[in-house]
């Protein structure tokens, strides 16, 4: 694996132009660098979607027009419509106050899950720091909307035992919600990375074996795979935020069921 790595140019001149201020700054804190670059190659693809989606917030934001939408702007309003209409079809009608975050993510997702298909640029959703960084958040935000929705009593109480059940079912019922809920940060970062992950190895071996051509129905497959990982990624993001913030109706997955009549499917 070592040998079918190269450098990143980009990842070499982030280093050379940040490398020195980071390092400066790290070892002021007590932290200690190993290794020849200070800010990892997926770091330096992390800053440019953030790069990316600020730019074209801030191009698409000077050219809105509601009565002559241009091309980018239609694209970019029926893609939010689907993500809110999923929402509201899970959580209703409170659930696009949960847009920003779920949209966000599904973006950031799904671009560096197509970065690795460029040349010269690798997909930051490869690294494992990356797709934990992105479970973690959203385990942190579901939990949090859930302490809002039912507060902190009621939220807890969900996990102890289903609705109508007997409290004594909370002994064997509370441990199995704790740890499903706890492997869904492992399951959530781990599905993303290794589907990522063996894309990229897979075209950077057929591209060391015959480039150009052999890797071509790879990447084309790739373009596929980053859209379905990034849709399924959101989609389990906006259940386990149905699951959270459902006052009403408990049944489903471990007693979870959707306002709006979806039932929440067990936790992948």
């Not at 330096?44 to 509601?66: E, K, N, P, Q």
């Not at 071996?205 to 129905?217: A, D, R």
Request: charged residues 10%; glycine residues 10%.
């Amino acid at each position: 694996m070592e040998k079918l790595e190269h450098p990143l140019w980009i990842v070499q001149l982030v280093n050379a132009l940040l490398g020195a201020l980071v390092r400066r700054a790290g070892e002021a804190m007590g932290y200690h660098f190993t290794g020849h670059d200070v800010i990892p190659a997926y770091m330096v693809m992390v800053l440019l979607i953030v790069v990316f989606i600020t730019a074209l917030c801030v191009f698409v934001r000077s050219r809105l027009s509601v009565e002559n939408p241009g091309t980018l702007q239609i694209i970019l309003e029926d893609g939010l419509g689907a993500v809110r209409g999923l929402l509201d079809e899970w959580i209703g009608p409170k659930g696009h106050q949960y847009l920003p975050l779920v949209a966000t993510l599904g973006l950031f997702i799904l671009l560096g899950n197509y970065m690795g298909l460029i040349p010269g640029l690798m997909s930051p959703t490869s690294s494992i720091n990356v797709t934990l960084g992105c479970a973690i958040t959203i385990w942190v935000y579901y939990h949090y909307q859930g302490i809002r929705a039912q507060g902190i009593v009621g939220y807890v109480k969900h996990f102890w035992a289903p609705p109508g059940a007997p409290w004594l079912i909370g002994f064997v019922y509370f441990p199995i919600e704790i740890i499903s809920h706890a492997a869904r940060v492992m399951s959530l970062s781990l599905r993303l990375f290794g589907n990522i992950f063996g894309e990229e190895l897979v075209i950077l071996v057929l591209f060391s074996l015959v480039p150009f051509l052999v890797p071509l129905p790879m990447m084309l497959l790739g373009l596929v795979t980053g859209l379905l990982q990034a849709f399924i990624f959101m989609l389990l993001s906006i259940i386990y935020l149905q699951g959270a913030v459902a006052v009403e109706h408990h049944e489903g997955e471990h007693g979870h069921d959707a306002p709006s009549g979806r039932q929440a499917p067990a936790a992948a």
